[in-house]
């Protein structure tokens, strides 16, 4: 098992800048590929970015490629998203999760965190 625990979420205006993590414990965290997805009421969940578990490979959807980074540090047992340039559609539930079997259906995620609130203002 692994749990997750995300943080870093809040309320930034426009254009502005904001850095999730996921701190994760249990079971050997570099044995997993992590992704983040978004979610907003009525809709399903979104995929936004999935990183290797090694980190060396990354994909991000068409919406956040460029302005977000998803990075990793496996001796932190942590996951981050860099998110600059906010948009107001960017306002979300973002939630990490973990995989076994990779990809961006978040039906392939075998675990999750709890959400955190990113509220992008215009």
């Known amino acids: 098992q692994v749990q997750l625990v995300e943080s870093g979420g809040g309320l930034v205006q426009a254009g502005g800048s904001l850095r999730l993590s996921c701190a994760a414990s249990g079971r050997t965290f570099s044995s997993y590929g992590m992704g983040w997805f978004r979610q907003t009421p009525g809709k399903e969940r979104e995929f936004v970015a999935a990183?290797?578990?090694?980190?060396?490979?990354?994909a991000y959807a068409a919406s956040v490629k460029g302005r977000f980074t998803i990075s990793r540090d496996n001796a932190k047992s942590t996951m981050y998203l860099q998110m600059n340039s906010l948009k107001p559609e960017d306002t979300a539930v973002y939630y990490c999760?973990?995989?076994?079997?990779?990809?961006?259906?978040?039906?392939?995620?075998?675990?999750w965190g709890q959400g955190t609130q990113v509220t992008v203002s215009s």
């Open positions: 999760g973990a995989t076994t079997r990779g990809g961006v259906d978040f039906a392939r995620y075998d675990y």
């Open positions: 990183i290797s578990w090694s980190g060396g490979s990354t």
